[in-house]
């Protein structure tokens, strides 16, 4: 027997679960499949969630062993890296049974297993049938595995094994100094353990900014993590990295080493090519309204390799599920935040003034030191600066990068301010609330007179 829906999910992530979600609530007959226990993708089960919750702990241990300066000591303040895994449980366990709650709110049917197609209409999963005039694939992606001699040992962990580790290591090593490798780096130099990041480009986080990108470096190196850039790895041995760089061999000892070199797209294992979807270089290819080159057939989030964000993923799931409701909708990439979570943290939203010169536009930049802010010396330390990136032409925002403290909370602000074509003079004209770190970009398009 074969059971029909309106529209069929495969991938419960932030792409695939807030389709199910939209859909459910314009009262589409949804089908949302997952092959993990929880909903929730990589974000709530090995990404976004579980990570921001560990860095908000080694946070609040190093606040409570580096309060000098604030007028606060404390002795003996201790690590407990079971609590902080327990802490990290109960978010997850909070945020999953919301998500099926939602499915359930708006009754989406959630079927437990691997699906795959069988036709352009039809999908396979635990035994059972299903027919949809629209599928949509949010089947997300796993760590790459670069293949390093050595690699396959215990103590060489990927992203989602370190999250479970039991006993912190001694020295931990990081192939790959992009997001993930960062955000790592800054939780375990934050609670004490020795960290070097071996990066294979001259400079770390290349998907940023390059003076924030080196700035983010110098505020790790202050808090003790060590770089070697422009660095390959070749081997991993039972207790050290070799790797080698532009002054010869580098040996980088390590009880434990985390992987950590992007991302690849979780488009095999469907069927895909007995109904022809053309993928690019493993991700599925799709236009800006999410088609695949089959009518009917839809991808979204980290399957397309678009932009790996779950932010992206959930938009991208909306734009999907507006079409297939009637109302004409599609992606625009132009202003979307990103962000590093690292202490201090990294955002971006738009182009950067490089990406801006290699499309031939004309800017301004205009630039803001943290260190002239009043909330950001009353809470934070360290470095810090906001850059904007105005059109020559006719003064429109279209990029804003910045770091320091808790940037990341600014971007969405920023990205309104892009979407809605703000000028320097509508930027002149509004009222920020001060004392706020926010402020910085006002006073950044003030220095143009
Ligand atoms: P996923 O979240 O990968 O979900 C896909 C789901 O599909 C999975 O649950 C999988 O089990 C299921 N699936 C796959 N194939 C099948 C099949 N054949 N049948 C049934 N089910 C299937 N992004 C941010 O925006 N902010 C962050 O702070 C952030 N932090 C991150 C930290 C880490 C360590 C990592 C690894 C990623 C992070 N990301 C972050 C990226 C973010 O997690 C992804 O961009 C996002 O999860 C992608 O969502 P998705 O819905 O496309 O796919
Ligand atoms: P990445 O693409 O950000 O960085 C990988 C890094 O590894 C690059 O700098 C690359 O040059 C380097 N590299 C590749 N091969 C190497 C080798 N053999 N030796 C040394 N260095 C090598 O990928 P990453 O960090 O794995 O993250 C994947 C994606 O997950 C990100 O691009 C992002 O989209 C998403 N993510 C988002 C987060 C956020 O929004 N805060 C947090 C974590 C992940």
Known sequence: MTDTYDLIIIGAGPGGYVAAERAGAAGKKV?????????????????CVPTKTLLASAKAFYTASHGEAYGVSADNVRFHLAKA???????????????????????????????SFTDAKTVSVAGRTLTAPDILIATGSRPAKPPI?????????????????????????????????????????????????????????????AELAKTLRGELEAKGVAFHLGTKVERITADAVVAKGASGEVTVPADMVLVCT????????????KIGVELR????AVDERCRTNIPGIWAIGDVTAKAMLAHVASRQGEVVVNQITGHPDHMRYHAIP?????????????????????????????????????????????KGFLKAILRKDDGRLIGVHAIGGAVSEMSFGWAAMIEAEFTVRD??????????????????VFTLH
């Open 149 to 209: 001699p050595g690699a396959d040992q215990a103590h060489v962990l990927n992203s989602d094994a370190i999250l479970n580790i039991t006993a912190l290591p001694k020295q931990l090593a990081i192939v790959g100094g992009g997001v993930i490798g960062l955000e790592f780096a800054c939780f375990f130099a934050q609670i004490g353990v020795k960290v070097t990041v071996i990066e294979f480009l001259p400079e770390v986080a290349p998907s940023v900014d």
């Open 85 to 115: 895994m327990e802490r990290k449980l109960s978010v997850q366990n909070q945020l999953r049974q919301g998500i099926r709650g939602l499915m359930k709110k708006f009754k989406v049917e959630v079927i437990a297993g691997q699906a």
């Open 262 to 273: 992007g991302r690849t797209p979780n488009s095999d294992g469907l069927g895909l090519e």
């Open 281 to 284: 270089r493993g991700a599925i």
């Open 338 to 382: 990103g962000v590093i979570y690292t202490s201090p943290e990294v955002a971006g939203c738009g182009l950067t003034e490089a990406q801006a010169q290699a499309e031939g536009i004309a800017v301004t930049v205009v630039k803001w030191p943290f260190a002239a802010n009043g909330r950001f010396l009353a809470e934070y330390s360290g």
């Open 31 to 47: 089908a949302l499949i997952e092959r993990e226990e929880h909903l929730g993708g990589v974000c709530l089960n090995w990404g």
């Open 427 to 444: 930027i002149k004209e509004l009222v920020f609330p001060h004392p706020t770190v926010n402020e910085a970009l006002r006073d950044a």
